[in-house]
């Protein structure tokens, strides 16, 4: 596995150094200098290299995890960038509603009840962890929040506790545009990431 993530993110990297720079900075209105441009991905800084297209932590050599360089490389790569940024529609979809029958498989996934026990009882800790990733507050669920998968595109994050009568649940809800700015894959590869990193700020 280890290999393929390795050729995916040469692959990507390639593809991105073909890619008008000055015009993905404009597009996304990103800061830059002549050696990086510069990204917030779920509350963190990243820079990615002007002349190698290499993605680290900002102010450091540290690599970035690889969901995370696999999804600042799609967004940049996933549209043509002459294209204007493409408007958010304001209608939420489940990962299911975005991939059919694919994403009815992704959410299960994502939903077992194995998967979400670790959540259980700790709705202080999740809102803790959804700030650390930048999120903010909004209604919906016991514990539920916007976070900022990039500065211009967030997914809403719903958690609701168990009790007597219902088991916990969890729900991704994104823009119904956000395929126009990501893939399919990668949307569903970023929420399991983002449910796994919040899954390990609260232990």
Known sequence: MCGNYDAMS???RKEFLTLDQEKLIHKYELESDENYFFIK???????ISRQLGTITCRGSMK???HDI???IYDVFCCSDVNEEFPE???NWETLAQMGGIVGAG???KLHQPDVIRPFEGKTGEIRK???SLGGLPCKGGDVSYLLPVFPFLKVWFQYWDSDEEFPASIRFLWDKNSIKILHYEIIFYTTKYIEDKIKELIR
């Not at 991905?41 to 820079?47: A, H, P, R, T």
């Open 41 to 47: 991905v779920l509350g963190q800084d990243y820079q």
């Open 106 to 108: 992704h959410a299960r």
């Open 63 to 65: 690599p970035a995890e």
């Open 69 to 71: 360089v696999m999804a």
């Open 129 to 131: 962890a959804c700030e």
């Open 10 to 12: 040469e692959e990507s």
């Open 88 to 90: 958010m529609a304001g």
